[in-house]
């Protein structure tokens, strides 16, 4: 899921599979974290969030998952719709720092028909 | 519905011209940021304001200033813009901590300075 050099890592599923995009963090004290997606040509808009005290939260065909002993993060996108083709963000931040947020360098999936 | 609108969505610039983006937000958010984003390096910081003419450094100040004479607009300036400031420019807005701490998005303009 994080970016190498300037290369976007992408991931590329069938249309009605499960997608599982991953992101690993870098700050042990952050609580707080955040996927977002974002269409080309657009601003990126939030999906779904999760705290520390939490290892996993459900939405609606998405679901965060949340591995504080590795610092990892994933999102799972059941039945991948073409709609669900953008770049994908996850974001940590943590109470000490105001919740500012830091960025990974995102992922972008491509759902094939 | 929550909004947060830049200005203008693209802009193109000749090196040395003074650049204003403009950023407002109807949420009545104390905090506003921005961020420029570039291939495969993500969002970066440029900077945030917690509160009305309150500014800080993000990651990756340089070439660039801030305005935020009132709360619902946070302008971004650069002095004497430069190629290496073509970039897609992204403002947000957030509350101050709290339970809801996620960050609003503006549409994003992407500038080119030529």
């Known amino acids: 899921g994080e970016s190498v050099g300037l290369h976007l890592p992408t991931l590329s599923v069938q249309e009605g599979d499960n997608s599982i995009i991953n992101c690993a963090y870098s700050?042990?004290?952050?609580?707080?974290f955040i996927w977002y997606k974002q269409e080309s040509g657009k601003g990126p808009q939030f999906i779904i969030d999760?705290?520390?005290?939490?290892d996993k939260r459900q939405g609606q065909r998405v679901t965060v998952l949340l591995n504080k002993t590795v610092k990892h993060l994933s999102l799972q996108i059941a039945a991948t719709q073409p709609g669900d083709s953008a770049v994908y963000f996850c974001?940590?931040?943590?109470?000490?720092?105001?919740?500012?947020?830091?960025f990974g360098g995102g992922t972008r999936l491509m759902v094939k028909p | 519905d929550v909004k947060v609108t830049q200005s203008s969505r693209y802009l193109v610039k000749r090196t040395g011209e003074k650049v204003f983006l403009e950023c407002v937000q109807d949420m009545d958010h104390e905090n506003m940021f921005w961020y420029r984003q570039d291939p495969g390096l993500g969002l970066r910081l440029i900077y945030f304001?917690?509160?009305?003419?309150?500014?800080e450094k993000g990651d990756i100040p340089e070439g660039y200033s801030v305005s935020r004479e009132k709360k619902e607009r946070f302008s971004l300036i650069l002095e004497s813009a430069s190629t290496n400031q073509t970039s897609m420019y992204l403002c947000?807005?957030?509350?101050?901590?709290?339970?809801?701490?996620?960050?609003?998005f503006g549409q994003g303009t992407r500038l080119t300075v030529v």
């Open positions: 947000a807005s957030s509350l101050v901590p709290g339970p809801n701490t996620e960050a609003f």
């Open positions: 974001a940590e931040g943590a109470n000490y720092a105001g919740n500012m947020l830091t």
């Open positions: 700050n042990s004290a952050s609580d707080y």
């Open positions: 999760i705290r520390s005290n939490m």
């Open positions: 304001s917690y509160d009305v003419k309150m500014k």
